[in-house]
């Protein structure tokens, strides 16, 4: 009796595997996990991140059933295994960066010191994009807001932030959480998870937490957390976006309890100016830049990068 096998497509002839090829990148990049489409086409899960590694490298040519010939790959498929638990399961700190959120900038920075391979910020921002790193925002919510503090916000608040800023030589970010489920289908979902355990033996469904900042001047900053984000976590994050920070920080958020607990105001006030925070309307999300911005981390990305010397 003969044990069925997943296949690698080495079986397949050219068209059909290119056509398959296509198919298989077009599914992941609608949102469907690796293990699941490797399943749908009867190959094996390295397969799939083959494809992923030649189209991030190649683009569409990369599937052709003849390749074009070219530059050789820049990240293989087990490079970028290991690039997604490594932005996955850690933070920069653990890497000895001196930024404690991830950014483009940290992720090329990251590649080049584990593979010697140095990639373009818009090479990483596809890959991360491929992998199901984004900051996906919710699809729906809530919009009671009042529209004559929104025209205020517009027209006198926010411009006195940016002027209190140009006056302090201070960073603006706007920052926001945001939920990110494992059976999440609608947009693009963590592809990596299709090979942990969890998903793949019990179907178990798993979610993760990402605060995000967008600043002014395209700079992105997350933070990813498994569990419910809290006052603490909080804080966490802020610590974290004062990081290598040599100018004052005002963050601006929404008005969610945990952005006015009294453990944030009394880490605000700690910092004596180097940290403010200041609040939206109620119900603005569309005045939240990490809304405009499109959730995803290839809408923005940071031009600087602090080397530790380290290598």
Same mark, same amino acid.
């Given at each position: 009796?003969k044990?069925?096998?997943?296949?690698?497509g080495?079986?397949?002839d050219h068209?059909? #595997?290119q /056509?398959?090829?296509?198919?298989a990148?077009?599914?992941v990049? %609608?949102?469907q &996990?690796?293990?699941?489409v490797?399943?749908a086409?009867?190959?094996?899960?390295?397969s799939?991140?083959?494809? $992923?590694?030649?189209?991030?490298n190649g *683009?569409q040519n990369a599937?052709?059933?003849?390749p074009?010939?070219?530059?050789?790959?820049?990240?293989s498929a087990?490079?970028? @295994?290991?690039?997604?638990q490594?932005?996955?399961?850690?933070?920069?700190?653990q =890497?000895?960066?001196?930024f404690? $959120?991830w &950014?483009l900038s940290?992720?090329a920075?990251?590649?080049r010191r584990?593979f010697?391979?140095? #990639?373009s910020?818009s090479? /990483?921002?596809?890959i991360?994009?491929?992998?199901g790193?984004?900051?996906q925002?919710?699809?729906?919510r809530?919009?009671?807001?009042d529209a004559?503090?929104v025209?205020?916000?517009?027209?006198? &608040? =926010?411009?006195?932030?940016?002027a %209190?800023?140009?006056?302090?030589g201070a960073r603006? =970010?706007f920052?926001?959480?945001?939920g990110?489920?494992?059976?999440y289908?609608?947009?693009t979902t963590?592809?990596?998870?299709?090979?942990t355990p969890?998903?793949?033996v019990?179907g178990? @469904?798993f979610s993760?937490?990402m605060l995000?900042a /967008?600043?002014?001047?395209?700079e992105?900053?997350?933070?990813l957390?498994?569990g419910?984000?809290?006052?603490?976590?909080?804080? %966490?994050?802020l610590?974290?976006?004062l990081? *290598?920070a040599?100018q004052?920080?005002?963050?601006?958020v929404?008005g969610?309890?945990?952005h006015?607990?009294? $453990? /944030?105001?009394?880490?605000?006030?700690?910092?004596?100016g180097r940290?403010k925070l200041f609040h #939206?309307?109620?119900?603005?999300?569309?005045l939240?830049?990490?809304?405009?911005?499109g959730? &995803?981390?290839s809408a923005?990305s940071? *031009?600087?990068?602090c080397?530790?010397g380290?290598?």
């Amino acid at each position: 009796m003969k044990c069925k096998r997943n296949s690698d497509g080495r079986a397949i002839d050219h068209h059909s #595997l290119q /056509v398959m090829r296509q198919q298989a990148i077009k599914a992941v990049r %609608e949102g469907q &996990t690796v293990q699941s489409v490797a399943a749908a086409f009867g190959v094996n899960i390295r397969s799939v991140f083959r494809w $992923l590694s030649d189209f991030a490298n190649g *683009g569409q040519n990369a599937l052709l059933a003849k390749p074009v010939p070219g530059r050789p790959p820049r990240i293989s498929a087990e490079e970028m @295994r290991w690039l997604a638990q490594a932005v996955r399961d850690h933070s920069p700190l653990q =890497y000895r960066f001196e930024f404690g $959120l991830w &950014t483009l900038s940290l992720i090329a920075e990251l590649i080049r010191r584990q593979f010697g391979k140095t #990639l373009s910020l818009s090479a /990483v921002s596809r890959i991360m994009k491929l992998l199901g790193f984004t900051a996906q925002k919710p699809l729906y919510r809530a919009w009671q807001q009042d529209a004559a503090l929104v025209r205020q916000w517009e027209s006198e &608040t =926010y411009p006195a932030i940016r002027a %209190e800023a140009r006056a302090a030589g201070a960073r603006i =970010y706007f920052a926001d959480e945001s939920g990110l489920r494992s059976d999440y289908h609608a947009g693009t979902t963590w592809a990596l998870q299709g090979e942990t355990p969890v998903v793949e033996v019990t179907g178990r @469904r798993f979610s993760v937490n990402m605060l995000s900042a /967008v600043g002014t001047r395209g700079e992105f900053r997350f933070m990813l957390h498994d569990g419910t984000v809290t006052a603490s976590v909080f804080r %966490e994050f802020l610590k974290r976006l004062l990081i *290598g920070a040599e100018q004052p920080v005002f963050v601006i958020v929404d008005g969610h309890p945990v952005h006015k607990a009294r $453990l /944030v105001r009394a880490f605000v006030e700690e910092q004596a100016g180097r940290l403010k925070l200041f609040h #939206l309307p109620p119900y603005s999300p569309q005045l939240n830049r990490t809304s405009r911005s499109g959730g &995803t981390s290839s809408a923005v990305s940071s *031009g600087v990068l602090c080397r530790t010397g380290r290598k």
